[in-house]
Structures are given as C-alpha cells and as structure tokens.
C-alpha cells in the first residue's frame, strides 16, 4: 500500500514567515514588468531598449486610455507615463490608476520635459511616485526603476505575508484543514445563509476511536500521521469547495455540509467511515487499524433553523457521537435536533449507520 499523502503546513522552525526579506529573495527572479506610455514612438523604443538591457520586461502604450486597457490584461507593477499625452494626460492617468481596485500597487513615474517646482509637485499630489525629467542619463532612469522594483517586491512580500499569517490564524498546522477558530467564525455565517434560503444544513462530529492508546503504543510521530490521513480522507469524501472539515480539538474533527439534509449527511458519514475502517494507514510504525466515531445532525425545517443556535447544533452532533462510542465506536448515530436517541431504521443491526 502507498504510504498515505501526508499535509503539513507547519513552517521551519529556520524559517521566520513574517520577515519579508524572505518572500523578497524568492520573488528577486521573477520579471519586473513595466508599462511605457508615451506617445511619441522613438521615445518609446528607446525607453524600451533600456528596460530589456535592465532586466525588465517592457510593456507599451500610447495613451491613458490604452494604458488602462493593457493593465487590464496584463499586471505591470511599474508605470512610466508621458505628462502631455492626447486623449487623457499623465496626471488624469495617475488619478485614475489610484482609485482602481487592485490587488498589487503599480509605481508610477511621470516622464516629461515640464520641469518647474509647480509641475512636480502636480505630479506626486496626482498619485506619481516619482518625477523623471526626460533627457536624464540611462544610469539616472535605471537607479529610479530600481527603486520601483524594490518598493513593488516589497508590497508583494508584505501582502503574501499577510495573506499566509491569515491562513495560518484559520488552519490548522498539522493536518492543513480549518482549524477551531475558522469553525467557530464561518459555521454561523452557513448557519444565516441557510436561514436566509431556507437551505438545510448538517454537520458531522467525528473523534478518532482510542486514539490516545495508539498514541501512546507507538509514538507521537505515528499519532500525528494517522490525523494527517484521516483529514485527507475526510476531505477526499466531501464535495469540494462546498463541504469542509475543521479539527475542533486533538483527535476531534467537525464537517460542515451546507445544503444537505440528514439522509445526504448520513451518507457521507458512511462513506468517510468505511474508507476508514477498510483502509489501514500507513505510518513510521507500521500500518495501523484506525476507526471513527460519529455523530450527524441536521437542520431542514425553516422552524429549526431559525430556532437552532451554533453552539446547539454543535451539542446535538456530539451528543450523538457520544451515543456511537457508548454503541461500540466505529459508526455514526444519525438523528434529528432535539431527537434523545437515532430514529428508528438509522441503525443496523451491528449499530452501523445505514443508507
């Protein structure tokens, strides 16, 4: 048997992810695009010839309206804008660039003869970053586009960064799925969505069956493997990007299963528990028999899901996972909000949901 594909979002411990040098080193080769627009063709050519000898990757237009529509199609982290341009002239073009909505900021430079104190300070209050007059020395153009590659690698590694420490506030590190703070922050907004369209929603509540003696016969390594596998299959037996699985505690997990009933709920238990019961996992310590608990609930009647609270339904799916590991473990009791006991027909004979 293939040993089990194991997801570990922990980072090195060598490795601090809030230091944006990091993500600055790792995007150093990718290209640094820029955007002429200059209306005067010799002027472009040349400004072009000048990226491409630095190491940039030129991009051109010869008007504001033009420029708009290349940023459009292609993400160019600096632009170098011609003042007086026919249709739309640098400043209007600046003004417009910073009230686009963009995931990226774009280092904008003016290029033009107008010189005067007035003029400059026209330009940076339009949103320019810098002021290049033309005519400067290509060293003088180059050593101003490298401060705009620094400052944009910069924004991108400070964005990445904080889009990881995001994910990482919501994920768990060992298994990679949400994580309880993730649960407990969006499982109410499925809940209103579900009120506002009158949609059912379920959820599982899973605990691993003695997974505190398989920790302590063969090792914590071995423990962490065999919830790394469970979390994989758990999400390998849900729809993706609809359902999700959430580790709500040490060996306990939570699926939340928007627009879905009981019966599709029961269904999915069963699914997640017979690829569990079925298929040992494969760890450092060997392969190991594994088997879930579980417990399903859902919310289908508008009365319900207007009565119902998070923290209620959450009670009612462990409630029920505590009647499976009093039943025996390795099943799902399946029942209905406010049901004391699984309706009748949830429950084979060996106590095993049925579907």
Known sequence: MHPE???????????????SNIFMLAEASLPCRVLIVEDDPLVARQLSSLLKSGGYEPHSASSGHEALSVL????????????QMPDMDGLALCRQLRLRPVDAYTYVLIHTVRDSTSDILA?????????????ATQAEILARLEVGRRTTHLDRSLRKSNEMNRRMSVTDALTGVHNRRFLMKYLPRELERSRRYNHPL????????????????????????ILQAFAHRACNCIRQGIDWVARSGGEEFVIVLPETGLSGASRAA?????????EPISTSSGLLAVTVSMGVTALETARDLSAVSVRELLRAADR????????????????????AVARPGEQTESGRATH
């Open 5 to 19: 594909r194991r997801v570990s979002l922990a980072p090195s411990p060598r490795i601090d992810l809030n230091d």
């Open 72 to 83: 459009d199609e292609t993400i160019c982290q600096i632009v170098i804008t011609d003042w």
């Open 123 to 135: 330009g940076l209050a339009a949103g320019a970053d810098d002021y290049l007059i033309k005519g």
């Open 202 to 225: 379920a959820v599982i509540s899973c605990d691993l069956d003695d997974f505190k003696r398989l920790n302590d016969e063969f090792g914590h390594e071995a423990g962490d493997e």
């Open 270 to 278: 069963e699914r997640l528990r017979q690829v569990l019961a079925t």
């Open 320 to 339: 029920y996972l505590f009647a499976s590991k009093h039943r025996g473990k390795d099943r799902a009791t399946v029942a209905a909000i406010g049901d």
